[in-house]
């Protein structure tokens, strides 16, 4: 996911600060991530401050401490944190049930974006012809690169699951179908 956000964010113009361990240092360095903080060595809250938004990929205590590192009003963006209920109401077209759900569910991490004046928005993947067109066309134009990690066949794919799930893959994992 990072390898795209962090592509995607230049694309449109955005500055761009990452944490990336220094395995992957270089590859957000080529990617084009302008700032980059090693997460093994360093506490990103006590680097970045009044940025124009976050897009976490981690969730826990790096979410939470996002919303300490924003300018007042901005707006931390997660897939890995807890659904909220704008998450049920707006991209999942839900009633009140789900929506109750997600609220008492992301209370904690409402409350704290609220603590530091910050927005809190949880996106979930959904299916999008329109967008993946226009992915598409970035990545045939070169603008966006796919970064491919590992490819395993078909008849490995439980090692191709079991090596995403180590959370150390850089970049995409590829199942054939030979
Ligand atoms: N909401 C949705 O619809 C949706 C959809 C798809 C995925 N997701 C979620 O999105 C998250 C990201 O997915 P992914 O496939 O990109 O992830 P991933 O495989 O978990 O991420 C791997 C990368 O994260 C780096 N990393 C690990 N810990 C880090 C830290 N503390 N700071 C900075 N980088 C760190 C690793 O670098 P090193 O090995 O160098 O440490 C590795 O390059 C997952 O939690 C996934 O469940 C959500």
């Known amino acids: 996911m990072g390898t795209f956000a962090i592509q995607i964010?230049?694309?449109?113009g955005a500055e761009v600060t990452t944490t990336a361990s220094p395995r992957g240092k270089g590859l957000v360095e080529r990617?084009?991530?302008d700032v980059v903080i090693d997460y093994t060595t360093q506490r990103f809250e006590d680097h970045v401050r009044d940025m124009d938004g976050v897009?976490?990929?981690?969730?826990?205590?790096?979410?939470?401490k996002s919303f300490s590192v924003v300018k007042p009003g901005a707006m931390v963006v997660s897939i890995a944190g807890m659904p909220e209920p704008a998450t049920a109401q707006k991209d999942l077209k839900r009633g009140l049930g789900l929506?109750?759900?997600?609220?008492l569910a992301s209370?904690?991490?409402r409350r704290s974006a609220k603590r530091h004046n910050a927005r809190y928005r949880y996106l979930?993947?959904?299916p999008s012809g329109a967008e993946l067109a226009e992915l598409a066309r970035l990545i045939e134009s070169g603008t966006l690169t796919p970064i491919i990690d590992r490819v395993f066949p078909f008849a490995e794919i439980n090692d191709a699951f079991a090596y995403l799930e180590?959370?150390?893959?850089?970049?995409?994992?590829?199942?054939?179908m030979v």
């Open 107 to 109: 209370f904690g991490l």
């Open 124 to 126: 979930f993947m959904h």
């Open 166 to 176: 180590t959370g150390r893959a850089k970049g995409k994992v590829i199942v054939t």
């Open 55 to 64: 897009f976490d990929l981690l969730g826990g205590d790096t979410l939470t």
């Open 99 to 103: 929506t109750a759900l997600f609220w």
């Open 9 to 12: 964010a230049k694309w449109l």
């Open 31 to 33: 990617l084009g991530a």
